[in-house]
């Protein structure tokens, strides 16, 4: 016969054990329209991705591609170096946004054509996103800041 002692702790560690897997299904649970994944041009071109899934694009707005539409409405293309992707962006973008400079975009991929539903910018000139510059130098195409 087992003591009173024993069953207690093993009525502990099975509320304990039950607890844990419930808060992780939780935290799981809450997490799953939260998590957003960065894509490179180059590997939104190689593997699209499907029209619902909502992701983070980065890489530098392509030289002469910034076009201002009626309204709101701003066409752009964000490229690596190895691909480029159309960007649509409908609202006002950050003061520090211009061509040729870093920037990341949250929104999904339809139709070709990138729809941003946010924005980021470079802070200064010396900032890029990690993601971006990784990016970048895997194409080739980022240059060290000077030291200056």
């Given amino acids: 016969m087992k003591s009173l002692k024993k069953k207690r702790r ?16 939780l935290i799981g649970y809450g997490m799953r329209d939260g998590i ?3 894509r490179s041009p180059t590997q939104v071109l190689a593997e699209p991705p499907s029209e619902t899934e909502i992701f983070r694009i980065g890489g530098l707005v392509e030289k002469g591609s910034l076009k ?3 309204g709101e409405v701003i066409h752009f293309n964000v490229t690596d170096g190895g691909g480029v992707v159309p960007v649509t962006y409908k609202g006002v973008l950050p003061d520090l946004f211009e061509e040729n400079q870093g920037m990341v975009g949250t929104g ?3 139709g070709g054509v990138f729809e941003a539903s946010e924005i980021l910018a470079k802070h200064d000139e010396d900032y890029m996103p990690k993601e971006v510059v990784d990016a970048l130098k895997e194409q080739g195409v ?4 000077d030291g200056s």
Avoid at 142 to 145: F, P, S
């Fill in 36 to 38: 957003n994944f960065f």
């Fill in 108 to 110: 999904s991929y339809r």
């Fill in 68 to 70: 201002r539409g009626q």
């Fill in 142 to 145: 980022y240059k060290e800041a």
């Fill in 10 to 25: 093993v009525q502990v560690i099975a509320i304990a054990a039950v607890a844990l897997v419930m808060a992780t299904a």
